[in-house]
Antibody, heavy 122, light 110 residues
Framework: EVQLVESGGGLVQPGGSLRLSCAASGFTFSSYWMHWVRQAPGKGLVWVSRINSDGSTTTYADSVKGRFTISRDNAKNTLYLQMNSLRAEDTAVYYC???????????????WGQGTLVTVSS | QSALTQPASVSGSPGQSITISCTGT?????????VSWYQQHPGKAPKLMIYDVSNRPSGVSNRFSGSKSGNTASLTISGLQAEDEADYYCSSYTSSSTYVFGTGTKVTVL
């Protein structure tokens, strides 16, 4: 069974840092591109960042570029999101999501974690 | 990348059919057949309902169907049931090799 379990969320002051983790199981983690998607309270889903299967290529939304860093440890089956210089507008539930295998010729998210809440407030 | 445009809310009675629209641009919905739809119940993670415009994953009811015309994709729920009450989001792959989500639609079963 595919499982994605996020952790690391919490309350942080503006300007602070936080590292989120997403532990993957039930599939060959190293074969899949992975993403972070966030959802502010009462708002919609927003794509944040993605990393390719071997970690050599990353892409970010303009709103987090230069402040957030996505990475992965395929030996530990874990995805990370290092968040620096946090702002109030970064307050959201952060989901990790698995992109369907690139070799499938399709582009969508087939599995999601349950999310972890990040609150940026003084 | 601006969010895809969805109606804020759609409602229907049990048994009826409803359709949710999702309007993008020639850089996303209009150029790729990689539109997907996600259902999200309160406090829960999104769940894939439709991918590649009109394909249903295994286990998703055939009451859910998708289509696309030009820059607008649509999700139709037929035979509306109480458990369909949720938020629905469309998503598209983009020409920037990223993803964009819709603004979200709250479906209410009357």
């Amino acid at each position: 069974e595919v499982q994605l379990v996020e952790s690391g969320g919490g309350l942080v002051q503006p300007g602070g840092s936080l590292r989120l983790s997403c532990a993957a199981s039930g599939f060959t983690f190293s074969s899949y591109w992975m993403h972070w998607v966030r959802q502010a309270p009462g708002k919609g889903l927003v794509w944040v960042s993605r990393i390719n299967s071997d970690g050599s290529t990353t892409t970010y939304a303009d709103s987090v570029k230069g402040r957030f860093t996505i990475s992965r440890d395929n030996a530990k089956n874990t995805l990370y999101l290092q968040m620096n210089s946090l702002r109030a507008e970064d307050t959201a539930v952060y989901y990790c999501a698995r992109e369907v295998l690139r070799s499938s010729g399709s582009y969508h998210f087939d599995y999601w974690g349950q999310g972890t809440l990040v609150t940026v407030s003084s | 990348q601006s969010a895809l445009t969805q109606p804020a809310s759609v409602s229907g009675s049990p048994g009826q059919s409803i359709t949710i629209s999702c309007t993008g641009t020639s850089s996303d919905v209009g150029v790729y057949n990689y539109v997907s739809w996600y259902q999200q119940h309160p406090g829960k993670a999104p769940k894939l309902m439709i991918y590649d415009v009109s394909n249903r994953p295994s286990g998703v009811s055939n009451r859910f169907s998708g289509s696309k015309s030009g820059n607008t994709a649509s999700l139709t729920i037929s035979g509306l049931q109480a458990e369909d009450e949720a938020d629905y989001y469309c998503s598209s792959y983009t020409s920037s090799s990223t993803y964009v989500f819709g603004t979200g639609t709250k479906v209410t079963v009357l």
